[in-house]
């Protein structure tokens, strides 16, 4: 192995790591209300408890409770949905698999709508909690036309594009059915992926589920390394496949839940940042897991920040600059790796 190559890929690893942290302080000090970086930065160690600046409550307020909570939860999912991108690409060994073609976003989107406009489990289910029932009962659906998370992945796929259509039938029905207009642009905003009602409680969970799902699927970086020369090989090697492939898709189909449910569906992050980072480190699971999601979560912080700063003193559903940037990444990569 070339010696210099470890020295990229640890730099590489540790420039993120630092700049991750940047990234989230200078995307908390811009928007509609300027603030200077050095009043967020005190903002954010008052809110983490390290210090007591006597700042204005309005200015400590939005920083905290507003912008900063939104850098996270932008963090956290677009980690999340970068590493459920990578696994389902090795896992199914599809490089167009993205955490939402088993049908999961299209499950939360109705369940999403179902308690938005039908009322469903009003004074009980929230959008969130809906959305979350709603991607659940997708995924099921999924398994079950799928006849298992056997060795056929092709199977897998049909029905995640199966369950998708249906989902996306179903969803389109109610709100073309039971909407007003104004309700349809909420519906709509909500469909394209938002992090404007995001606060801290929302962005916690979202981080501890994102970490644990990070972890279990870390202890299975060496497995999906054997997917990578297909199924025969991994039981060769003495690979649990089916197991193996049952845990990883609960773990990520959990993991896209928790996130749909709370920003909405936000594409092209799970299809696009995995090919990246292959490009940047290399195929080994070790090494390529962690620079992806530290390359998803700076990826959704630039996208957030975008999405408030692109029209002035309006905010673009996230999942529309994702799209913008992503598609365009997309293709740049498709051509240029043409002959494979």
């Not at 459920?84 to 109705?110: D, F, H």
């Not at 009962?137 to 998370?149: K, P």
Request: proline fraction near 4%.
């Amino acid at each position: 192995m070339n010696r210099a190559y470890p020295f990229k890929i640890g730099f590489i690893f540790i420039t993120g790591l630092i700049s991750l942290p940047v990234m989230m302080i200078f995307s908390s000090s811009i928007g509609d209300m300027s603030i200077s970086l050095s009043a967020t930065f005190q903002a954010i160690t008052n809110g983490v408890g390290l210090t007591h600046y006597d700042l204005p409550p309005v200015e400590a307020g939005i920083v905290w409770q507003y912008r900063m909570s939104r850098a996270f939860m932008a963090a956290c999912s677009g980690g999340g949905l970068a590493i459920c991108g990578l696994v389902l690409q090795s896992l199914l060994r599809n490089p167009l698999a993205e955490p939402y073609l088993l049908g999961i976003s299209a499950g939360a989107s109705t369940g999403a709508v179902m308690v938005m406009l039908l009322g469903i489990g009003s004074g009980v289910l929230t959008v969130g909690s809906g959305a979350f029932a709603g991607a659940c009962l997708a995924f099921g659906l999924i398994i079950l036309l799928s006849r298992g998370m056997g060795e056929n992945t092709g199977r897998i796929i049909l029905a995640g594009i199966a369950g998708t259509q249906l989902f996306n039938a179903l969803t389109s029905y109610i709100v073309s059915t039971s909407a007003n207009a104004e309700q349809s642009r909420g519906v709509m905003f909500w469909l394209l992926g938002s992090l404007s009602g995001v606060r801290w409680p929302d962005a916690v969970l979202c981080a501890i589920v994102i970490v644990s799902g990070f972890g279990v699927i870390m202890c299975y970086a060496r497995t999906l390394d054997t997917f990578s020369f297909g199924v025969d090989v991994s039981v060769t090697l003495g690979t649990p496949v089916v197991k193996v492939r049952v845990v990883l898709l609960l773990i990520t189909a959990f993991i896209t839940a928790v996130i749909v449910s709370s920003i909405g569906a936000v594409g092209f992050v799970g299809l696009v940042i995995p090919h990246v980072t292959r490009m940047l480190v290399g195929q080994r699971h070790l090494i390529t897991l962690p620079v992806t999601f530290l390359s998803g979560c700076h990826f959704m912080i630039l996208a957030d920040l975008m999405s408030r700063t692109l029209i002035p003193h309006q905010v673009l559903p996230i999942g529309v600059v994702t799209a913008l940037v992503g598609a365009p990444a997309f293709a740049f990569l498709l051509y240029q790796r043409k002959g494979n």
